[in-house]
């Protein structure tokens, strides 16, 4: 195992959001510990991979389909042969020195399993990106608006959008556009379960790392530009569904049959209602009916596991 840093990247028509990203790796101040990037490819058409030059330490997969979020990961994390690995979305960039902290700090840290970093908008606002285990009830506070009409009441399922994210801390989970895993977790825990096809996957890895004894933590004082949606922003609908079906698959894997069942009926019964709600306050037809498209496609993909 070499002493470097692996670099995972999925990628599915990500436009020039690879290019700005493989681009701020190859830096002064990021390569040292650089060991491969590993391009993940889920069969993109737009020719987001033919603006990559060629570079020895670049190794570019092409799937013929799309695999899925999970699977492709997967596939670059058994590639890699580095003592650490970073999982990066191609609409991520690397601040100066973002990489080498991140190798330094958890050198320095070794009861640290999985590290996250500060994030940052196009703007260079900090955006909330941590997230604790969710519980059942969080899904229907969620579902029923609750958590946006009184938050210090009742805090968002899943994001931690009520902490500044400001200070360092070990929470449960980073998120997965930017997760510095050490190689030992992999023979510890296996990789992420392939079922869930985008979304929850690293939720379900982080937990399952927790209760083998695992730790996750959040270094606010690394620093990366995450511009979100970057690859999913077009497919709306789809989006919407891929969320949906990946949090019933959560639900049922991890709650109990009453905990499945309360995620469900929110899901189904009241969020539709809800989220409709909301967009005819704000006037925006065109998201009620991206909002239509994504509950029909459910209805027709249901879980079966």
């Not at 498209?293 to 459910?298: E, F, P, R």
Request: aromatic content about 12%.
């Amino acid at each position: 195992m070499e002493n470097k840093t692996d670099i995972v990247i999925v990628n599915w028509n990500s436009g020039d959001f690879l290019y700005k990203c493989i681009k701020s790796i190859f830096t002064p101040d990021n390569e040292p510990p650089l060991g491969r990037v590993i391009i993940m490819d889920n069969h993109s058409t737009d020719g987001s991979l033919e603006i990559i030059a060629p570079h020895p330490k670049i190794e570019i997969r092409r799937n013929p389909v799309n695999l899925g979020f999970a699977r492709a990961c997967n596939e670059g994390f058994r590639l890699s042969n580095a003592a650490y690995v970073l999982l990066l979305n191609p609409d991520t960039q690397l601040l100066p020195g973002c990489l080498t902290g991140c190798a330094q700090f958890m050198d320095r840290h070794p009861e640290i399993d999985i590290l996250g970093c500060r994030l940052l908008d196009d703007q260079g606002k900090t955006t909330p990106t941590c997230s604790r285990f969710p519980k059942p009830s969080g899904f229907l506070s969620d579902a029923l608006g609750l958590s946006k009409i009184a938050p210090r009441l009742f805090k968002p399922a899943i994001m931690m959008t009520y902490w500044d994210h400001r200070d360092s801390r070990k929470v449960d989970q980073v998120m997965g556009a930017f997760m510095f895993i050490r190689r030992p977790v992999f023979d510890r825990i296996g990789y992420f379960d392939e079922r869930f096809f985008v979304y929850y996957e690293e939720l379900d890895f982080s937990r399952r790392l927790a209760e083998a004894g695992g730790t996750s933590f959040f270094n606010s004082d690394i620093t990366a530009i995450h511009s979100g949606g970057g690859t999913t922003a077009k497919v709306k609908a789809f989006r919407l569904f891929l969320n949906l079906r990946s949090r019933l698959q959560y639900a049922r894997k991890h709650f109990s049959a009453t905990g499945y069942a309360t995620v469900w009926f929110s899901t189904y019964c009241i969020e539709p209602f809800s989220r409709m709600l909301l967009l005819l306050f704000r006037g925006n037809l065109t998201e009620i009916r991206q909002l239509f498209a994504g509950y029909s496609l459910l209805l027709k993909n249901r879980i079966v596991s």
